[in-house]
Nanobody, 125 residues
Framework: QVQLVESGGGLVQAGGSLRLSCAAS????????MGWFRQAPGKEREFVAA????????YYADSVKGRFDISRDNAKNTVYLQMNRTKPEDTAVYYC??????????????????WGQGTQVTVSS
């Protein structure tokens, strides 16, 4: 069982930066690929970014590529999402996700094993 707790959401002006954190429970954090999804009002939850268990491989949705950066610190059981050059369309509830195995397991809503409770990010224009 993995428990995920997000933090770092809030209000940011367009063009600004924000860093989300997700702390995970468990002693085998490195065995889990980690990811971030987001869900805007009236829209489906969508993939944002994923990182492999070692942190050596990262993947991004086209909409955030070049602006967001996902990373992890396995010593702290924590994954981060650095959001740069934010846009109003980045406004959403951001969810941390974890799945045992490869990063592909946290790139699809259906494959995710564990979810955090979500943190609101609002980008003002």
């Amino acid at each position: 069982q993995v428990q995920l707790v997000e933090s770092g959401g809030g209000l940011v002006q367009a063009g600004g930066s924000l860093r989300l954190s997700c702390a995970a429970s468990g002693r085998t954090f490195y065995n889990y690929a980690m990811g971030w999804f987001r869900q805007a009002p009236g829209k489906e939850r969508e993939f944002v970014a994923a990182v492999s268990g070692s942190g050596g491989s990262t993947y991004y949705a086209d909409s955030v590529k070049g602006r967001f950066d996902i990373s992890r610190d396995n010593a702290k059981n924590t994954v981060y999402l650095q959001m740069n050059r934010t846009k109003p369309e980045d406004t959403a509830v951001y969810y941390c996700a974890a799945s045992f195995g490869t990063a592909a397991q946290v790139m699809s809503v259906r494959r995710v094993g564990y979810w955090g409770q979500g943190t609101q990010v609002t980008v003002s224009s």
